[in-house]
């Protein structure tokens, strides 16, 4: 029997509170692995009314003026005028409130990158998970991106509403929104649109026009044709007259940010990766060096299950590691591909297990994860942290490559065929 429903993701544009924290998180962790790239960051950050609160444990040799680049941030991010959003880069109070990294914690993972050899293999089972904890990896064949098509539509739509705000298309925005898409599934098959909800900021009138209502008929008018409906050229499924398509459903959404709502890093983690279509470990990303491995082994868990789904052996695949605290290789691996698998799943074990580094230092070797915000201009890390650290078609992150997909076809028939014989 023909089994329908329907399935929701959410997204948050740039200037929604939470995610100027981990934008403001990220931003630090550019700039001090930028000078250092041995630094030891888990930045998090607090934003409300005028107010923005850094603390967190940091071991670094890199000079950073702290207070300059949350303003520098938070100008680029959109909000500029305090009149217009009650908070601003140039008048926000900036609060700086940082520990040394725990010697405790670090004993596991500094001792052993400072006596390594530089990219020594043999060296990286000395050196340790920065922490414990689950992470999980997906990549289904829903979008070219080998995203779930809730949140890549999602993510698609915050990311057009920031583009025509700085483009000054639709010059009445303001930086802060949320976007929720639900798809109807049928089968486990994406087939329409059921409702789009964009809820954004905006001023108080637009143009000569001055009442509510009119004001709310005009931003859906605009949105519709400027936001919604280029997000989907490259989409086989497509909003059609059944969409139910909800704007502002209080009436408006004038008073945004941090004035309407405080923040804090790490608040939007389903966001960050899969919507709630796969399952999270639970730790967030941003503000965290790339020896915590809640960043770093959920990174390469999306290389391992996208190239998995990219070599055409699952439509549909999640791998999970775990780790334990100053132990290299995982304490477990685990891969589902939810009864879509073309190959037996523990073929597909074999095949992460061998042909995927899942050692911290060899994750980090892998994806050149230190190294990267000086080797892009100090900008990287802040760069995921809006708009989805996954799935980015405008981005180009090392664990998005598909480039082990033809390695993994192969490896899988050889295996099938020895199985066979």
């Known amino acids: ?20 924290c981990d934008q403001l998180s990220d931003t630090i ?9 041995n630094s030891r960051v888990a930045a998090e950050v607090v934003v409300n009314t005028g107010l923005v609160l850094v603390t967190g444990e940091i071991s670094s040799n890199a000079t950073v003026n702290y207070v300059s ?42 001792q052993a990158f400072e006596t390594r050899e530089a990219d020594s293999q043999e060296s990286w089972d000395t050196i340790g998970a ?4 689950i992470m999980f990896g997906f990549a289904c064949n829903e979008t070219p991106e080998y995203m779930p098509l809730p949140i890549s539509v999602a993510h698609r739509i915050s990311r057009q509403l920031s583009v025509v705000r700085k483009n000054q298309v639709l010059p009445y925005l303001g930086p802060d929104g949320k976007t929720q898409v639900t798809v109807a599934y049928e089968d486990g098959r994406p087939v329409g649109i059921d409702t789009i909800l964009i809820s954004t900021q905006h001023t108080e009138t637009i143009d000569t026009i001055t009442d509510p209502a009119a004001v709310q008929d005009r931003i859906k008018e605009d949105l519709w044709a400027k936001v919604v409906m280029p997000v989907f050229a ?3 499924v497509q909003p059609d007259d059944k969409t139910r398509f909800l704007v502002n459903p209080t009436g408006k959404f004038v008073i945004g940010g941090p004035q309407g709502d405080s923040g804090l890093t790490g608040r939007k983690i389903i966001v960050d990766t899969y919507g709630g279509y796969s399952r999270h470990g ?13 960043r770093s082994a959920a990174y390469a868990c999306r290389y391992a299950a996208k190239n998995i789904v990219a070599a055409g052996l699952a439509e549909k695949c999640e791998v999970q590691l775990s780790y334990a605290i100053g132990v290299a290789r995982p304490v477990s691996i685990f891969v589902d591909t939810f009864g879509t698998g073309r190959v037996d799943e523990t073929v597909l074990l074999e095949l992460v297990q061998k042909h995927f580094e899942l050692r911290p230092a060899g994750i980090i070797h892998t994806f050149d994860l230190q190294r990267l915000p000086a080797l892009q201009d100090g900008c990287f890390y802040q760069n995921v942290a809006a708009y989805g650290h996954f799935g980015r078609p405008d ?19 050889q295996s099938l065929a020895g199985i066979g014989a």
């Open 29 to 37: 962790l550019d700039a001090l692995l930028t000078q250092d790239s």
């Open 395 to 413: 981005l180009e992150l090392p664990w998005e490559k598909t480039d082990k997909a033809d390695l993994l076809k192969d490896a899988a028939s």
């Open 282 to 294: 639970g730790g967030a990303f941003s503000g965290k060096d790339p020896t915590k491995v809640d």
């Open 1 to 20: 029997m023909s089994r329908r429903y329907l399935f929701t993701s959410e997204s948050v544009t740039e200037g929604h509170p939470d995610k100027i």
């Open 234 to 236: 490259d989409l086989s």
């Open 130 to 133: 920065g922490d414990q904890g």
């Open 69 to 110: 680049l949350i303003r520098k941030k938070i100008a680029e991010i959109g909000y500029t005028d305090p009149t217009n959003n009650g908070f601003s880069a140039d008048s926000c109070s900036v609060l700086i409130a940082l520990d040394e990294q725990s010697a405790d914690i670090a004993q596991g993972v500094d």
